[in-house]
Structures are given as C-alpha cells and as structure tokens.
C-alpha cells in the first residue's frame, strides 16, 4: 500500500506468512519500522479491493444509498451514490460516510466522502491509480535497517503498543512520547464519563476503591512536521487520581494507518494523589478525518484493572501540505 502527501510517500508492507508489517518513509526524512502484525489480510480501510464490503457494511443501521450519477474517478469508471444518514442521528463528533465512489462493474470502493454532522465534507479514501499488473518483486523487499519496534497492528487498522513510565511529582507531572521534533502544546480538552468494569475480588476491591481515577481529559492540536505529510497531531491526555497506583492507558481512533509515536497504549507509575500527562505525537501516512479517544484505569500488579474512565472523543481533519488551523 502506497500514501502520497507532500513531498515523500509512506509505503506499507504486509507480510502475512511472519505477520509482520513495515512502515518505509521516503522523501525529505525517509526512516524505515517494522512491528507485529495480526491479520493474515489487508486492512479494510486500506485496501479497497478486499475490504469495500466490509467498509459498506459499518454504515449506520437504517442509511440509505441513492444513485447519482456514473462519474469516473482518475480515469477509472465508476458510479456515485449518496448515502443518508439513519432517522436518528449520531453524535454531532462521529464522522459520517456522506458519498461514495463505486468502480464498475465490481463496486470497489475508489473514493470516499465524510464529514461529522454540520461539517464540511472532506475526502477519506481515493484511489489514484489501479492496474492489474504483477507488480514487481523488488517491491516487497523491505530495507535491511528497519527498525523493529512493539507496535501491533491488526486489519481494522489500529495500531497499539506498550510504554512504561513513572511519575515522582505530588499533585502533576508529565510523560512525554512525542517524537524528537514535537514541542508539548494542547487546545480544546474534552470531559470525562465512566464506564463499569468487571468487578475485582475483594481483596482488590479496596485496594482500586482506594486508588480510582477521578478524571480524564483530552487536549489535541495539529502541528507542523517534517516527513510526507507535513503535518501530525499532538495529543495530550490528563489522568488524575485519589492516591499513588499504576493507571493503564489507551488512545484509539476511526481513522486507519494512524502511528501514535511510542504505541497506543501504556502504564504509567504515579507515586502520589494528583495528575499526570501523557503527550504523544500522531504520524499520518496521509490527508485523514476522524476522531481520537482515551481511556485509563487502575491497574494492580497482577493486571487487574478497575472501572474504565473514557474522554470525550477529540475530532481531527488532517489535511496533508495545508498550513494547520489556529487554535
């Protein structure tokens, strides 16, 4: 898989056999990671010949498709449908497929619109080029210096990976995995809900009672970056809790082929009662739309965890070679 942005290209290897994927840079800043990968296919977001059915089949219960026009995209025939939203309406930060492109006769995906609700519309998905073509061997060979590290990736495209830290201050600190160009910024923060979780034993019930996370917050902003696309997010979680504990935690996403620098998810050691920040950079392979959300939870060192406290999703529209929004 291939993803144009600004002067370089970000190219995706998937080995299915070793379950292993390469993530290769070329351009201005070319860089080579390779890390575990879960599926013995494609991701669905990113390879449109095997994954338009089950990219369909996610629309919302009750969407209705509608005939436009035949319209071909990049030279390749297609036919253009609307799609209406359900009677009920999603959350005004969900983004919606609003048009799609079908390639005839096969109905593959070769172009995608959406937007969340009020929202200007923005591409998703486009195909630039297809050909049947064998393509060349060379192709699949990645470079011998590929750096491993313990990303995971699996076929709906989310990445997540491990990273330990600790935090000395009383009342606030900070665990930054921003890459080595990030500066720590944030904007709008989001609200906290919980969620219930399986209740421990009782021995440990006291124990997570005792240490609970209080809140979460989550603050984003789009920043300048070297590299194909030019741009990345730098994404800044809050976790406060009522007493010394290790807190679990994990950033996700609906946008596919995202890299959160240092993996999705973690643990870090807070020693006292107060608030910690987790600030991470988000690399994008090309433009994308969507959200981001976090979650943390009290962990004991057995690995059971408490009730899971969510953030308000924080949405994204990442255009690649744009100059980034004020915030």
Request: charged share 20%; net charge positive.
């Given at each position: 898989?291939?993803?144009?942005?600004?002067?370089?290209?970000?190219?995706?290897?998937y080995?299915?056999?070793?379950?292993?994927?390469y993530?290769?840079?070329?351009?201005?800043?070319?860089?080579?990671?390779?890390?575990?990968?879960?599926?013995?296919?494609?991701?669905?977001?990113?390879?449109?010949?095997?994954?338009?059915a089950?990219?369909?089949?996610?629309?919302?219960?009750?969407?209705?498709?509608?005939?436009?026009?035949?319209e071909?995209?990049?030279?390749?025939?297609?036919?253009l449908e609307?799609i209406?939203?359900?009677?009920?309406?999603?959350a005004a930060?969900?983004?919606?497929?609003s048009?799609?492109?079908?390639?005839?006769?096969?109905?593959?995906?070769?172009?995608?619109e959406?937007?969340?609700?009020?929202?200007?519309?923005?591409?998703?998905?486009?195909?630039?080029?297809?050909?049947?073509?064998?393509?060349?061997?060379?192709?699949?060979?990645?470079?011998?210096?590929?750096?491993?590290?313990?990303?995971?990736?699996?076929d709906?495209?989310?990445?997540?990976?491990?990273?330990?830290?600790?935090?000395?201050?009383?009342?606030?600190?900070?665990?930054?995995?921003?890459d080595?160009?990030?500066?720590?910024?944030?904007?709008?923060?989001?609200?906290?809900?919980?969620?219930?979780?399986?209740?421990?034993?009782?021995?440990?019930?006291q124990?997570?009672?005792?240490?609970?996370?209080?809140?979460?917050a989550l603050?984003?902003?789009?920043?300048?970056?070297?590299?194909?696309?030019g741009?990345?997010?730098?994404?800044?979680?809050?976790?406060?809790i009522?007493?010394?504990?290790?807190?679990?935690?994990?950033?996700?996403?609906?946008?596919?082929?995202?890299?959160?620098?240092?993996?999705a998810?973690?643990?870090i050691?807070?020693?006292?009662?107060?608030?910690?920040?987790?600030?991470?950079?988000?690399?994008f392979?090309?433009?994308?739309?969507?959200?981001?959300?976090?979650e943390a939870?009290?962990?004991?060192?057995?690995?059971?965890?408490?009730?899971?406290?969510?953030?308000?999703?924080?949405?994204?529209?990442?255009v690649?070679?744009?100059?980034p929004?004020?915030?």
């Open positions: 898989m291939q993803s144009v942005g600004g002067p370089g290209k970000l190219v995706s290897i080995d299915f056999e070793a379950h292993k994927v993530w290769i840079m070329t351009g201005p800043m070319p860089s080579c990671s390779a890390g575990r990968y879960l599926s013995s296919r494609a991701p669905i977001g990113e390879d449109p010949v095997t994954g338009s089950q990219v369909l089949a996610t629309l919302p219960k009750g969407s209705q498709r509608k005939f436009v026009r035949q071909a995209v990049n030279g390749i025939p297609a036919r609307e209406a939203a359900p009677a009920k309406p999603a930060d969900a983004v919606q497929f048009r799609i492109w079908l390639s005839e006769p096969d109905g593959i995906i070769v172009k995608m959406g937007a969340t609700r009020g929202g200007t519309p923005s591409t998703m998905l486009e195909v630039k080029r297809s050909t049947a073509e064998k393509p060349q061997a060379a192709l699949f060979v990645p470079p011998a210096d590929c750096q491993v590290t313990d990303s995971e990736m699996d709906s495209g989310l990445m997540r990976g491990h990273a330990e830290a600790e935090i000395s201050a009383k009342a606030s600190g900070e665990i930054n995995l921003a080595k160009t990030g500066q720590s910024s944030a904007s709008a923060s989001s609200a906290q809900r919980n969620t219930p979780a399986p209740s421990p034993a009782p021995s440990s019930t124990t997570l009672a005792a240490t609970a996370v209080t809140a979460v603050q984003v902003r789009e920043l300048q970056a070297p590299g194909p696309c741009r990345k997010l730098q994404v800044r979680a809050t976790v406060s009522a007493g010394p504990a290790t807190v679990w935690y994990r950033f996700y996403t609906t946008a596919t082929g995202l890299q959160f620098y240092g993996g998810m973690g643990t050691r807070i020693k006292a009662a107060g608030s910690a920040d987790v600030v991470k950079d988000v690399a392979p090309a433009s994308k739309a969507g959200e981001i959300r976090f939870a009290i962990q004991e060192p057995s690995g059971r965890r408490g009730g899971v406290t969510i953030a308000n999703a924080a949405t994204f529209n990442v690649c070679g744009a100059v929004p004020r915030t």
